[in-house]
């Protein structure tokens, strides 16, 4: 089993910025690829980005392109979303999740077996 937990979530205006955390635990070393969804209310969750085991591969979803980064510690098994010019559009719960295998279908939620709790990020204009 994975635990993962969320924080870094908030109220921030139009244009700025919040850095997201993930900090896993458990059997971490089975499921190291990590990724980031979102979803807002009345909508289907959809994916953020990923990032691969080693941090190499890091893949990203077109609306957030550009303006969102992944990284990772894996001393601290923690991921983070750095999260820049923030959007409205962009509003709503942001989760984590956790999965081993290679990264194909990295982007269908139903591929991941780990999910954190969510963290509400919520931009006003």
């Known amino acids: 089993q994975v635990q993962l937990v969320e924080s870094g979530g908030g109220l921030v205006q139009a244009g700025g910025s919040l850095r997201l955390s993930c900090a896993a635990s458990?059997?971490?070393?089975?499921?190291?690829?990590r990724g980031w969804f979102r979803q807002a209310p009345g909508k289907k969750r959809e994916f953020v980005g990923v990032?691969?085991?080693?941090?190499?591969?890091?893949y990203y979803a077109d609306s957030v392109n550009g303006r969102f980064t992944i990284s990772r510690d894996n001393t601290k098994n923690t991921v983070y979303l750095q999260m820049n010019s923030l959007k409205p559009e962009d509003t709503a719960v942001y989760y984590c999740?956790?999965?081993?295998?290679?990264?194909?279908?990295?982007?269908?939620?139903?591929?991941?077996?780990?999910w954190g709790q969510g963290t509400q990020v919520t931009v006003s204009s």
């Open positions: 999740a956790a999965r081993g295998g290679v990264l194909v279908d990295w982007n269908n939620a139903n591929s991941y077996a780990y």
């Open positions: 458990g059997r971490t070393s089975n499921s190291g690829i």
């Open positions: 990032i691969g085991w080693s941090g190499g591969v890091i």
